[in-house]
C-alpha cells in the first residue's frame, strides 16, 4: 500500500517543501546574476543568498547554466503567452498592436530584473539551451509580424518594412529593462502607455 506523505512544518508536504526551496533558489539566482552578472556570480553567492549550502544548491539544478536557462526560458514563455492573450482580446490590428506592445513594455518594467538578466545573460547559455530560448523569443516575435502584417493588409497600417518596424518596437521594449528603475520618475502603466501610442505612430495607424 502506498504511503502518503506527511505534511511538515507549517502543513507543507516534503514534496512542497522541494518547490519552496527550488523557488528560492531560483528568486536567489535571479537577483544575483542582475547584480554580478552571470559570470561574476558564484554557486556559493546563489546558495548565501537563498539560506543553502551550495551541496543543496545542486539538488535542485545540476549547474548554474542550468540556473539561467530556467530564468530565460520562463521569462520568455511569460511574455510569449502575454503577448498573445493581449491580441486574441481584440478584433483591430490597431487594437491589438496598442495591446501588444502596451503589454511587452509593461511586463519589462514591473519584471525587469527578470528581463535584465533573460536579455543581458544569453550569451552565458549553452547552445542547445539559446536554441530553445531564441525559438521562444521568434515566436514573440512573429506575433507582432502578423498585427503588422495584417494590418497594412487592412489599410489601418502605413508602413513599407514590416521587419524594421516589428524590430524597432520590440528594441523599444526590451530596453526598458535596461534603464527602468523601481521608484523612478514613471510607473510601469505610463511607460506602457507611452510606447503603445508610440508603436502607433511608428505605423501610422488610423
Not at 546563489?46 to 539544478?61: E, L, T
Not at 523569443?137 to 516589428?166: N, P, T, W
Amino acid at each position: 500500500m502506498a504511503q502518503v506523505a506527511r505534511p511538515g512544518a507549517g502543513g507543507r508536504t516534503p514534496r512542497d517543501g522541494d518547490a519552496v526551496a527550488g523557488a528560492g533558489i531560483i528568486e536567489a539566482a535571479r537577483n544575483a546574476f542582475a547584480q554580478k552578472g552571470f559570470h561574476g556570480t558564484t554557486t556559493r553567492d546563489i546558495a548565501a543568498a537563498a539560506g543553502m549550502s551550495p551541496a543543496a544548491v545542486y539538488v535542485h539544478h545540476p549547474s548554474k547554466e542550468s540556473l539561467l536557462f530556467q530564468i530565460s526560458r520562463h521569462g520568455h514563455q511569460a511574455i510569449l503567452d502575454a503577448v498573445r492573450a493581449a491580441v486574441v482580446e481584440h478584433d483591430t490590428p490597431t487594437a491589438q498592436l496598442r495591446a501588444l506592445v502596451w503589454t511587452f513594455a509593461y511586463r519589462h518594467a514591473a519584471h525587469h530584473t527578470s528581463a535584465r538578466v533573460v536579455y543581458y545573460e544569453a550569451a552565458a547559455l549553452t547552445a542547445e539551451h539559446r536554441e530553445v530560448v531564441d525559438g521562444l523569443r521568434d515566436e514573440i516575435g512573429e506575433v507582432m509580424h502578423d498585427v503588422l502584417a495584417v494590418g497594412r493588409e487592412s489599410g489601418e497600417f502605413r508602413l513599407d518594412d514590416i521587419e524594421l518596424i516589428a524590430r524597432s518596437i520590440a528594441g523599444m521594449g526590451v530596453d526598458v529593462a535596461r534603464w527602468y528603475e523601481d521608484g523612478g520618475p514613471w510607473t510601469p502603466e505610463q511607460i506602457a502607455e507611452h510606447q503603445a501610442e508610440a508603436a502607433l505612430r511608428m505605423v501610422v495607424a488610423g
